[in-house]
C-alpha cells in the first residue's frame, strides 16, 4: 500500500515537473513571440524579454526578431524615361513591428523577404521608369562646377549639366520609401528605409557611353594638340624675329667696328705716307711679298717690274728670279 502511494505522488511530481517545463519559456534580447495553439495565435505578441508562461502541450511559441533585417534586391533592367535601359541594385532595411500580423501574413522571414521582393521590385520600377538619368545620378542641391572644372566638358554636355532637374536621388528614393509603406504596414512590417545601391548601363548601352567618352576624349586631346602646336608656331616666330634681329643688330655692330677700324688703318697709313713716303711704298712692297707668296709659290717677273725692284735691290748681281 504504501508503495503504491509512493509511485503515485512520484507519478504526480512528475507531470508537475512536465507541466511547469511546458508552460514556461524564455524570450531572449532582441527577439519578440506569439504563443499560438493549433496554429492560431493567442493573446498579444510578447515583447519582454524574460520568463514567460503558456498552456502546456496545446500551446507553442514562436519567436521572431525585433531588430533591424536587411533586404536586398537583385538588380533588375529597367528603362528609365529618356528611354536609356540601366540596371538598378535596391537595399532596403526593415523591422517586425506586429508579431501577430506578420505571423498571419507571411508565416516566417522568408516570406516576408519575398513579398518586399515584389512590393519594393514593383515600387522601384514605377519610379525608374517615370524619372530622367539625370534625376537618378545627380543631387536636387548639386551645383554646376565653375571655372577649370568646366574647360575639358563638351560644350553638348555643358547644356546637359546646367540643367536644372525637378528632383534628384534623395527625393526619388524619398517617394519609394512613401510608396511601398503605403502597403506593406498590413503584412505587419515596418519599412524604416530605403536606398539605391548602385546603377549602371545595361551592356549595349555602355559600349555606346564608352565610345562616346573616347569620342570626347580624343576631340579634347586634338584641341589640346591644335592650340600646343599654335602655341609653338607663335613662339618659334618670336623666336627667329628676336634671331634675324639679334643677327642685323650684330652684322651692323661688325659692319661699324670694321668701318671704324679701316678709316683707322686708312689715317694711320695716311700719316706713315705723310711722314716717309719711300719707307711707306718700300713697307707696303714687303708686306705684298709676305701675302702674295709662300715656300711653294714661283714667282715670274721681268728685270724692269716695280714688284721686283726691292728685291733686285736687295742682292744685286746675285740670284736670278724667274
Not at 533588375?76 to 537595399?91: C, S
Amino acid at each position: 500500500m504504501k508503495f503504491t502511494l509512493k509511485a503515485v505522488i512520484i507519478a504526480i511530481a512528475v507531470v508537475i515537473v512536465i507541466a511547469l517545463y511546458g508552460g514556461l519559456y524564455t524570450l531572449e534580447e532582441g527577439l519578440q513571440a506569439i504563443v499560438v495553439q493549433f496554429g492560431r495565435p493567442v493573446g498579444e505578441p510578447v515583447t519582454q524579454a524574460g520568463l514567460h508562461m503558456k498552456l502546456p502541450f496545446v500551446q507553442e511559441v514562436r519567436r521572431f526578431e525585433k531588430r533591424l533585417l536587411v533586404w536586398d534586391g537583385d538588380p533588375n533592367q529597367v528603362p528609365t524615361k529618356g528611354r536609356e535601359f540601366i540596371w538598378v541594385d535596391t537595399t532596403a532595411r526593415w523591422r517586425i513591428a506586429d508579431a501577430k500580423k506578420f505571423l498571419e501574413n507571411v508565416a516566417s522571414e522568408e516570406g516576408a523577404q519575398s513579398r518586399l521582393n515584389d512590393i519594393l521590385d514593383s515600387v522601384v520600377r514605377d519610379q525608374v521608369s517615370s524619372s530622367e538619368l539625370v534625376e537618378l545620378v545627380r543631387s536636387a542641391s548639386w551645383e554646376v562646377p565653375e571655372g577649370e572644372a568646366l574647360k575639358e566638358i563638351p560644350k553638348e554636355r555643358e547644356e546637359e549639366l546646367k540643367r536644372e532637374i525637378a528632383r534628384g536621388r534623395e527625393e526619388i528614393t524619398r517617394t519609394i520609401l512613401t510608396e511601398a509603406r503605403k502597403i506593406i504596414p498590413q503584412y505587419g512590417i515596418e519599412l524604416v528605409d530605403v536606398r539605391i545601391k548602385r546603377l549602371d548601363y545595361v551592356e549595349s548601352v555602355r559600349e555606346k557611353v564608352y565610345e562616346r567618352m573616347i569620342s570626347e576624349r580624343k576631340r579634347i586631346a586634338a584641341q589640346f594638340r591644335s592650340e600646343g602646336e599654335g602655341r609653338s608656331a607663335e613662339i618659334l616666330g618670336t623666336m627667329e624675329k628676336e634671331l634675324r634681329q639679334i643677327r642685323s643688330t650684330a652684322y651692323r655692330r661688325v659692319q661699324e667696328v670694321q668701318g671704324e677700324a679701316d678709316a683707322e688703318a686708312t689715317q694711320i697709313y695716311g700719316q706713315a705716307y705723310n711722314k716717309n713716303a719711300e719707307f711707306y711704298a718700300f713697307l707696303r712692297t714687303l708686306e705684298s711679298y709676305k701675302e702674295k707668296t709662300n715656300k711653294n709659290s714661283v714667282l715670274i717677273l721681268t728685270t724692269d717690274s716695280d714688284f721686283y725692284q726691292y728685291i733686285k735691290q736687295a742682292s744685286p748681281g746675285k740670284g736670278r728670279v724667274r
